[in-house]
């Protein structure tokens, strides 16, 4: 079995307007926080395929982790946090997280 972990934002308007390509560009160094080396197998931040389907969520964070322990190391690890309250929640207007296992 394997963990996947997946967030929805609504990025804000302002941000889509001016400054999205540094947004997403910010995102992606979360690949580079020590805890996302050593418990993720896979990342990947996109935006959805269908906008109509999506009810105002326009960017999304899908990642698998091998194990549930993993997964909630991953979740409070400060650093972790820390990339949330610098670079995600000042620049969305909403977040949805979700976790499974499959």
Do not use: C
């Given at each position: 079995?394997?963990?996947?972990?997946?967030?929805?934002?609504?990025?804000?308007?302002?941000v889509?307007?001016?400054g999205?390509?540094?947004?997403k560009?910010?995102?992606?160094t979360l690949?580079?926080?020590?805890v996302?080396?050593e418990?993720?197998l896979q990342?990947?931040?996109?935006p959805?395929?269908?906008d109509?389907?999506?009810?105002?969520f326009?960017?999304?964070?899908y990642?698998v982790?091998?194990?549930?322990?993993?997964?909630?190391r991953y979740?409070?690890?400060?650093?972790?946090?820390?990339?949330?309250k610098?670079?995600?929640?000042p620049?969305?207007?909403d977040?949805?997280?979700?976790?499974l296992?499959?």
């Amino acid at each position: 079995m394997v963990y996947v972990h997946i967030v929805l934002v609504k990025v804000k308007q302002q941000v889509l307007s001016n400054g999205f390509e540094e947004f997403k560009a910010r995102l992606e160094t979360l690949r580079d926080l020590q805890v996302t080396k050593e418990e993720v197998l896979q990342l990947k931040w996109g935006p959805p395929v269908w906008d109509a389907r999506a009810h105002g969520f326009n960017y999304g964070l899908y990642t698998v982790f091998r194990t549930r322990e993993g997964l909630e190391r991953y979740k409070e690890d400060n650093d972790h946090k820390d990339f949330a309250k610098m670079n995600l929640i000042p620049n969305v207007d909403d977040v949805l997280a979700y976790d499974l296992e499959v």
